[in-house]
């Protein structure tokens, strides 16, 4: 089983839509997880970390479930620049960072 | 300024050659990683450096020889490199190498390996 499993792409939605991605990690003993966005032939960038409570910005929502070792991203009324791909993260003691394979959003006008 | 800089953009070398990846922060972090990307794939953790001492290495072939001069500057050598080596290489920097520091990545180096 990997360590990070995301759902697979491409997800391709219209402008205004929103969307809904999963992730889930195999090491119960995880404290930190992250999503990051990385757009074609560019560097990861954070988009936002994720506390057990949810947290929101903007457009983006991302919530942390324990019980269920889940992590999930929503975005709202999805833009044409949302199009990435976009990375869920966990994070291990010394900061090791590792990734999910990563899901491909494509939004179209 | 939360920038990484990494030189040189691209890279093509033969097997032979010996060739080393720069990477550079002003941020003040005490912690510096390289990662390998491979097409179509997520980025694999290779070598963290931590207050300039080698902290984790990924079990990483000999070919690649990481050097932290400084608290500033991260080098990756390169020799003797097989074409599977091809990828991007992307260099990150964090305040500190703990679970909960960001990491701030620099734009990477396309090196391909002929």
């Known amino acids: 089983r990997k360590e990070v499993e995301q759902d697979p792409g491409p997800f391709n939605v219209p402008e205004g839509a929103t969307v809904a991605f999963n992730c889930t990690y195999s090491?119960?003993?995880?404290?930190?997880f992250f999503w990051y966005r990385q757009d074609c032939r560019k560097e990861p960038k954070l988009l936002m970390s994720v506390y057990s409570s949810g947290n929101e910005d903007g457009r983006f929502t991302a919530q942390l479930n324990r019980a269920s070792q889940y992590i999930s991203l929503l975005i709202r009324d999805s833009k044409l620049s949302d199009s990435a791909t976009y990375l869920c993260?966990?994070?291990?003691?010394?900061?090791?960072?590792?990734f999910g394979q990563g899901t491909e959003l494509s939004v179209k006008p | 300024d939360t920038e990484v800089t990494q030189t040189p953009k691209h890279l093509v070398m033969g097997m032979t050659n010996k060739k080393s990846l720069k990477c550079e922060q002003h941020?003040?972090?005490?912690?510096m990683y390289w990662y390998k990307q491979k097409a179509k794939k997520p980025p694999e953790l290779m070598f963290v450096y931590s207050y300039e001492k080698l902290s984790i290495n990924e079990s990483v072939p000999s070919r690649f020889s990481p050097e932290c001069p400084n608290s500033s500057l991260l080098n990756l050598h390169l020799h003797a490199l097989q074409p599977e080596d091809s990828a991007l290489y992307l260099c990150a920097s964090s305040r500190l190498a703990g679970e909960q520091e960001t990491q701030y990545f620099g734009p990477g180096t396309r090196l391909l390996v002929l």
């Open positions: 090491n119960s003993a995880s404290q930190s």
């Open positions: 941020m003040g972090h005490r912690a």
């Open positions: 993260v966990v994070a291990t003691q010394g900061g090791k960072l590792i």
